[in-house]
């Protein structure tokens, strides 16, 4: 079985297709949605609709829960709080009630899914490097796999039998049965590592092997629609740089 993992795909319509087309046609047969299914982009309804009716499983992201009003917005930045705001009115009642009643965190099989953290996650850390990494290894209950976003940055920490914590930005890890790994997917539809390219990961159960790929959309088709729908302009310009 190959299962495709998305993340942070942020109302991102263009860039959402680009992947799913890109996933099946490498032979995924499950998905899975890591969070932050809108916020950002302009079409919030119809990207979360493609989702539901795409993935068998989607926790929730801070984004999510917040354009479902159920997380505080104090910490998001003035760019942020503008697109919640702009996405709880693009939203039917329906769907946010959906958003709301996300799980935050999914474990199946020794596999975990969530958006930020395995740890407190509906505090949603952002962990970019070993430090934050090693907490969640040390504090977690044992897993294989944890795969999250949140931070729109690929990359991927293991935890081998010596219990050192390495740092991996390689596009391919094979999840040994002797190793822990934590794997941040990146981001669907708005990259930050300076790749504006659609990111995702493959995992085939068959070999263990995680891959990350890439994929290019029409980025200018989604930027003006951001334009059009009055939305902060950074959140339109951003996307052709991939920060």
């Not at 932050?36 to 992201?61: H, M, R, W």
């Not at 989604?222 to 339109?236: F, H, V, Y």
């Amino acid at each position: 079985m190959k299962t495709a993992f998305l993340s942070d795909i942020h109302a991102n319509v263009e860039a959402l297709i680009a992947v799913l087309e890109s996933a099946r046609g490498r032979g995924a047969d499950r998905f899975v949605c890591l969070g932050d299914c809108v916020g950002y982009g302009a079409e919030p309804e119809k990207c979360f609709q493609i989702l539901i009716e795409t993935c068998d499983i989607i926790v929730a992201g801070n984004h999510d829960l917040a354009a479902a009003g159920t997380l505080d917005t104090s910490r998001f930045s003035e760019v942020a709080r503008a697109s919640t705001e702009y996405t709880k009115q693009r939203l039917s009642r329906g769907m946010k009630q959906r958003l709301a009643e996300l799980p935050p965190v999914v474990v199946e099989n020794g596999l975990v899914f969530c958006h930020a953290s395995p740890v407190q996650p509906l505090s949603f850390p952002y962990i970019r490097d070993l430090a934050g990494a090693t907490d969640v290894f040390e504090q977690s209950d044992d897993f294989r796999l944890a795969l999250y976003g949140h931070t729109h940055q690929p990359m991927a920490f293991s935890r081998g039998p010596d219990g050192e914590v390495r740092r991996w930005i390689q596009p391919q890890l094979t999840v040994a049965e002797d190793t822990s790994v934590f794997c941040n997917i990146g981001s669907v539809g708005q990259p930050r590592d300076h790749d504006p390219r659609a990111s995702y990961a493959l995992l085939n159960s068959d070999d263990n092997i995680l891959r990350l790929h890439r994929v290019d959309y029409d980025v200018d088709a989604t930027a003006d629609k951001i334009e059009r729908a009055g939305l902060p302009q950074m959140l339109s310009r951003r996307l052709t740089a991939g920060i």
